[in-house]
């Protein structure tokens, strides 16, 4: 699986210093990747969100005192 950004591939680099993942791991991920231009970010599609429905107001009825 290839790394999406820049963060990630730190992240990665960070996890293999720290030993907990290995280094043929990291490889992989990094001979996947290639020599792409990754973004430092990736923003969370707006389609993976799910959209709140606005509840309707019920009409209260009004209670004679």
Same mark, same amino acid.
């Given at each position: 699986?290839?790394?999406?950004?820049?963060?990630?591939?730190?992240?990665?680099?960070?996890?293999? $210093?720290?030993?907990?993942?290995?280094?043929?791991?990291?490889?992989?991920?990094? @001979?996947?990747? /290639? /020599? =792409?231009?990754?973004?430092? @970010? $990736? =923003?969370?599609?707006?389609? /993976? @969100?799910?959209?709140?429905?606005?509840?309707? =107001? @019920?009409?209260?009825?009004?209670?004679?005192?």
């Amino acid at each position: 699986m290839p790394f999406k950004s820049q963060a990630q591939r730190r992240k990665f680099a960070q996890l293999l $210093v720290e030993g907990k993942i290995s280094n043929e791991t990291y490889e992989e991920w990094n @001979r996947e990747t /290639g /020599g =792409k231009k990754l973004p430092e @970010r $990736v =923003k969370p599609t707006t389609a /993976g @969100r799910k959209k709140t429905k606005t509840r309707a =107001k @019920r009409k209260r009825k009004k209670t004679s005192s």
